[in-house]
């Protein structure tokens, strides 16, 4: 519960402090704020141990019945008086946690010697990788464009950047330039990012979303930038191609655990896999690959959520952010009814739909990742609020 002062995204007209040092400052405010709740419940519970010896030094005599009464509704009062308290530390828990996380995913602005220069060398040789798988390619706005068509309406590209600009402003990239385009026909993801462009689907905005769940889809898509996704995703995608003609089929007498251990030991000797093996293996990474998918999601949802909040989104606006999610939920509810009916009932597009949806976890999984950062039911609380100010 910390003070409502000045909000931590208003910091950021004042050049002189560092999108990262404002966080690592709201980290140690934090703190203190779960310091401060630490002592006041060492107080609550002395006072409660104090009443309670107390009760036990009276008799059941009738000269101590007004003795008792008074120091049951003290006890009462003071239990009350914990609870809040204890609430206020699994807040403050939560929030430490969530901007510790944060920190952890922010790439370090220049001048910060000991992080910055492993962090520009790791992106370097992701741009370097994603240039080399996609030199042959279209870039992704002119693929978005020839299949979904752009949307030109000033006035909501205009309320779109402000809110993607208010976002970037708790950013510690606040000064990139971050392009908005409207997709006329659905891509079924509602929103999503390249490298410096976030797109809306016209079909989400006709929803008419608000502004709450706008800044959070806007800090998720942000992230995606920010944490470099985009360059992951081509290399990803570049393998990924390589292993579009892998076909998993039953392996009767084979357990999954055999099989890895015998290719690790090949590769510790030296030998070469058999097809079956080699197919296992690349099945495997293909999982693999996936997986990481999910992973940036999840990452995005964390340092989206912790720069909304910064931006001074509701928390139930995260909530509703993940809520077009379902669809996700729908498209793996038809796959698995193909399955059961047979192969005659799947069709050739289910291989793009089942690549989307394990890439894409569950708006049930991502909210608990959340609700482990937030606290339980983080969307219903009126006080998760980021303030840059120490409490009083």
Same mark, same amino acid.
């Given at each position: 519960?910390l003070?409502?002062?000045?909000? /931590?995204?208003?910091?950021?007209?004042?050049?002189? $402090?560092?999108?990262?040092a404002?966080?690592e400052?709201l980290?140690?405010?934090? =703190?203190?704020?779960?310091?401060?709740a630490?002592?006041?419940?060492?107080?609550a519970?002395?006072?409660?141990?104090?009443?309670?010896?107390?009760?036990?030094?009276?008799?059941?005599? #009738?000269?101590?019945?007004?003795?008792?009464?008074?120091?049951?509704?003290?006890l009462?009062?003071?239990?009350?008086?914990?609870?809040?308290?204890?609430?206020r530390v699994?807040?403050a828990?939560?929030?430490l946690?969530?901007?510790?996380?944060?920190?952890?995913?922010?790439?370090?602005?220049?001048?910060?010697?000991?992080r910055?220069?492993?962090?520009?060398?790791?992106?370097?040789?992701?741009d370097r990788?994603a240039? /080399?798988?996609?030199?042959?390619g @279209?870039?992704?706005?002119?693929?978005?464009?020839?299949?979904? +068509?752009?949307v030109?309406?000033?006035?909501?590209?205009?309320?779109?950047?402000?809110i993607?600009?208010?976002? =970037?402003?708790?950013?510690d990239?606040a000064?990139?330039?971050v392009?908005?385009?409207?997709?006329a026909? #659905?891509?079924?993801?509602?929103?999503?990012a390249t490298?410096?462009?976030?797109?809306?689907? =016209?079909?989400y905005l006709?929803?008419?979303?608000?502004?709450?769940?706008?800044?959070?889809?806007a800090?998720h898509?942000?992230?995606?930038? @920010?944490?470099?996704?985009?360059?992951?995703? $081509?290399?990803?995608?570049?393998?990924?191609?390589?292993l579009?003609?892998?076909?998993?089929?039953p392996?009767? +007498?084979?357990?999954?655990?055999?099989?890895?251990?015998?290719?690790?030991?090949?590769?510790?000797t030296?030998?070469?896999l058999? #097809?079956?093996?080699?197919?296992?293996?690349?099945v495997?990474?293909?999982? =693999?690959?996936? @997986?990481?998918a999910?992973?940036?999601e999840?990452?995005?949802?964390?340092?989206?959520?912790?720069m909304?909040l910064?931006? +001074?989104?509701?928390?139930?606006g995260?909530?509703?952010?993940?809520s077009?999610?379902? /669809?996700f939920?729908r498209?793996?509810?038809e796959?698995?009814?193909?399955? $059961?009916?047979?192969?005659?009932?799947r069709n050739?597009?289910?291989?793009p739909?089942?690549?989307?949806?394990?890439?894409h976890?569950?708006?049930e999984?991502?909210?608990?990742?959340?609700?482990?950062?937030?606290?339980?039911? /983080?969307?219903?609380?009126?006080?998760l609020?980021?303030?840059?100010?120490?409490?009083r």
């Amino acid at each position: 519960m910390l003070p409502a002062a000045a909000s /931590f995204a208003a910091d950021q007209a004042d050049p002189r $402090i560092a999108a990262r040092a404002k966080i690592e400052r709201l980290l140690s405010c934090q =703190q203190a704020e779960k310091d401060a709740a630490l002592a006041e419940k060492r107080h609550a519970q002395d006072k409660i141990s104090d009443i309670e010896t107390f009760i036990r030094s009276l008799s059941d005599r #009738p000269v101590h019945y007004a003795a008792h009464e008074k120091a049951d509704r003290a006890l009462i009062i003071s239990r009350d008086a914990l609870a809040k308290v204890e609430e206020r530390v699994r807040l403050a828990d939560a929030q430490l946690n969530l901007t510790t996380r944060a920190i952890t995913y922010l790439l370090p602005e220049l001048g910060v010697k000991e992080r910055a220069p492993l962090d520009k060398l790791v992106r370097k040789a992701w741009d370097r990788l994603a240039h /080399f798988a996609n030199r042959h390619g @279209q870039s992704w706005d002119e693929v978005a464009e020839a299949k979904h +068509g752009f949307v030109r309406n000033p006035l909501i590209e205009q309320r779109l950047k402000a809110i993607v600009q208010r976002v =970037q402003g708790s950013s510690d990239q606040a000064s990139v330039p971050v392009d908005v385009r409207i997709l006329a026909k #659905p891509s079924g993801m509602g929103a999503a990012a390249t490298a410096s462009t976030i797109y809306f689907d =016209q079909s989400y905005l006709d929803r008419a979303p608000s502004e709450d769940e706008l800044l959070f889809i806007a800090g998720h898509e942000l992230a995606h930038i @920010q944490l470099n996704h985009y360059n992951k995703l $081509i290399v990803r995608e570049a393998l990924e191609n390589k292993l579009n003609s892998v076909r998993l089929d039953p392996v009767e +007498g084979d357990r999954l655990t055999d099989v890895r251990d015998r290719i690790y030991q090949k590769y510790q000797t030296g030998q070469p896999l058999t #097809p079956r093996e080699e197919l296992h293996r690349e099945v495997e990474l293909k999982a =693999q690959l996936a @997986q990481f998918a999910r992973e940036q999601e999840l990452q995005a949802d964390l340092l989206g959520a912790q720069m909304a909040l910064a931006a +001074g989104a509701s928390p139930i606006g995260i909530k509703e952010g993940l809520s077009h999610d379902n /669809f996700f939920t729908r498209l793996k509810n038809e796959l698995e009814e193909r399955r $059961i009916l047979g192969d005659s009932a799947r069709n050739e597009a289910d291989n793009p739909i089942e690549k989307l949806t394990a890439d894409h976890p569950y708006s049930e999984e991502r909210l608990k990742a959340l609700e482990t950062a937030l606290g339980y039911k /983080f969307w219903e609380r009126t006080d998760l609020k980021l303030n840059s100010s120490c409490p009083r």
